[in-house]
Nanobody, 122 residues
């Protein structure tokens, strides 16, 4: 079973940047498409971005296009989410999970961990 641990969140001012990491406990990340999702209390979970096994295909939700970049290093069993030009609407708990790319959407297929809090505030 794929177990993932998210890290890299924090408090940042509007316009700032953060880089999130999603690390697997074993060398099996290479077999999975991985997605980033975010959730705000009281709102539905939102798919943010997905990257396929090879790293050659990625999809992004409209609100983050042009600001966020997903990447992966299979040798390090890690998927990253570089977030630039952050705004308060990006405030959420960010999770990663095994996923599949369905059209232009990222659909979770596996469980996720505790997530990492991102807070964008001045």
């Amino acid at each position: 079973q794929l177990q993932l641990v998210e890290s890299g969140g924090g408090l940042v001012q509007p316009g700032g940047s953060l880089k999130l990491s999603c690390a697997a406990s074993r060398s099996i990340l290479v077999y999975y498409t991985i997605g980033w999702f975010r959730q705000v209390p009281g709102k539905e979970r939102e798919g943010v971005s997905c990257i396929d096994i090879s790293g050659g295909i990625s999809v992004y939700a409209d609100p983050v296009k042009g600001r966020f970049t997903i990447s992966r290093n299979n040798a390090k069993n890690t998927v990253y989410l570089q977030m630039n030009n952050l705004n308060p609407e990006d405030t959420a708990v960010y999770h990663c999970a095994a996923s599949r790319i369905q059209g232009r959407e990222c659909v979770p297929t596996g469980s996720w961990g505790q997530g990492t809090q991102v807070t964008v505030s001045s």
